[in-house]
């Protein structure tokens, strides 16, 4: 007579609980990746929307940058303004100076070192006019999780807790 192989129930169980004591070990490490890497995501889109301001203000010889309003710190969403006034105030807070096709939402929030700030511009040169650091609040420890703006250039950087230090 030939049995008939498979488990036992108590093979069965022993298999369950070896799996769910390995899911509670690599549950957490899996969560915080996830933050580190949309913290990377994060700086790495909004320095991208940033270099795409200055190069447009460059090109065109007018005010581009990027807006997410006074008073909104920290923000989760911002767009890509161009000065639309006639003639050019040489600023994008003006609600015709709006694009909401360029509005994007910022998956964690971001917060601006200078809290009077609602945007950064670039003129017509391509010069900012923000000297300020945007960070992302809670990064998870990712490698770079802020930027650094000066009149000429946009560092991406790692946030000591008061300063953005390029990288």
């Avoid at 998956?107 to 070192?113: G, I, Q």
Wanted: with cysteine; glycine share 8%; proline share 4%.
């Amino acid at each position: 007579m030939s049995r008939i192989g498979g488990f036992t129930l108590v093979e069965l169980m022993v298999v369950v609980v070896i799996f769910g004591f390995l899911m509670t070990m690599v549950t957490p490490a899996i969560s915080t990746w996830q933050t580190k890497h949309r913290a990377e995501g994060e700086i790495e889109r909004l320095h991208s929307d940033l270099q795409l301001a200055r190069m447009k203000a460059y090109t065109e010889k007018v005010t581009w940058g990027v807006w997410w309003g006074s008073g909104n710190n920290p923000f989760s969403t911002y767009e890509l303004r161009r000065d639309n006034s006639t003639p050019p105030d040489g600023d994008i807070n003006d609600t015709g100076d709006a694009n909401a096709a360029s509005a994007s939402n910022v998956k964690l929030p971001v917060k601006s070192s200078n809290s009077a700030i609602g945007s950064i511009t670039f003129d017509s040169r391509g010069f900012c006019n923000a000297l300020t650091s945007l960070y992302i609040l809670d990064s998870g420890g990712a490698l770079v999780d802020c930027l650094k703006t000066s009149s000429t250039r946009i560092k991406p950087g790692k946030w000591d807790g008061s300063n953005c230090n390029p990288k």
